[in-house]
């Protein structure tokens, strides 16, 4: 995806995403609608993220050096739904050291459900993991600098799969694996091309040890051979085939599909 002059635009233009790629193409959507869009599935994506960050750390824990902070990278990350979950798990789970009854609200405009699952620590860590965030996004950059405070830089698909690696601070330079995760919200599926998938994710499957995919549905469809296997979130192990739908979590309509690189095994 190239970048392009942005045309303001307020709102997501229609609420149907089907109707807004069909009318304006992917790229020119999201060029008029770079500093106001909204993904209308927070709740959703709040939900996932949490739950996958609790068995994710069950799991971590016994493998990671805690005492620095663990790399993030939030790819195509519009306008931070997935950074905000990261920091809201990672807030909540602050307080969880010390408040056994239960997390930190996020803001008002930020809360997803009272659904959410608390964030959990495992009784061997004393203290909380810190995470190190970074961020990508070619065409809503200003409007995540302008919720979260963060730095996001304009990378696309296509300077990631070139090899191309956002500006990193200090404390991951030279890292192995770069990113411990990587986080891909409603955001992969709109690369279409076979091809340009592959080389992407045969890239980041050098650079980082998960990937997280949310999406609306179950595309796109991850290959063997692609530099990946499917994690079953559940049970925690590798599952038996890719792209059967086993092992992923769905909640309010929206689909979270767990990868780890096979590089990091």
Not at 52 to 65: K, P, T
Not at 116 to 123: G, I, K, Q, S, V
Not at 137 to 142: E, G, K, M, R
Not at 205 to 214: G, I, P
């Amino acid at each position: 995806m190239s970048r392009g002059a942005r045309t303001a635009v307020s709102g997501n233009i229609s609420n149907s995403m089907r109707s807004n790629y069909a009318e304006l193409g992917v790229e020119e959507y999201y060029r008029k609608v770079g500093k106001t869009y909204r993904n209308p599935h927070m709740p959703g994506i709040q939900l996932c993220l949490f739950t996958w960050l609790n068995h994710w750390l069950a799991r971590a824990h016994c493998e990671l050096d805690f005492e620095h902070p663990i790399s993030v990278l939030d790819m195509a990350c519009g306008h931070g739904e997935a950074t905000i979950c990261v920091k809201a798990w990672e807030m909540s789970l602050e307080s969880a050291t010390t408040n056994s009854a239960g997390t930190e609200p996020m803001p008002n405009h930020d809360r997803a459900t009272s659904r959410r699952p608390l964030a959990r620590l495992p009784p061997s860590l004393s203290h909380p993991p810190q995470f190190s965030l970074v961020a990508t996004d070619p065409f809503t950059s200003a409007a995540f600098e302008e919720r979260t405070s963060l730095p996001c830089s304009s990378l696309s698909f296509d300077d990631l799969a070139n090899g191309i690696v956002p500006p990193l601070p200090p404390q991951l330079e030279g890292h192995i694996p770069l990113f411990e995760i990587i986080v891909c919200s409603f955001a992969l599926h709109l690369l279409d091309s076979p091809s340009k998938l592959f080389a992407l994710l045969w890239e980041l499957s050098t650079k980082s040890k998960w990937l997280v995919v949310l999406a609306p549905h179950k595309r796109p469809e991850i290959k063997d051979g692609w530099g990946w296997v499917q994690w079953d979130i559940e049970k925690g192990e590798v599952c038996p085939q890719m792209s059967k739908g086993s092992g992923e979590l769905v909640y309010e309509r929206v689909h979270c599909r767990t990868y780890r690189s096979q590089a990091f095994m």
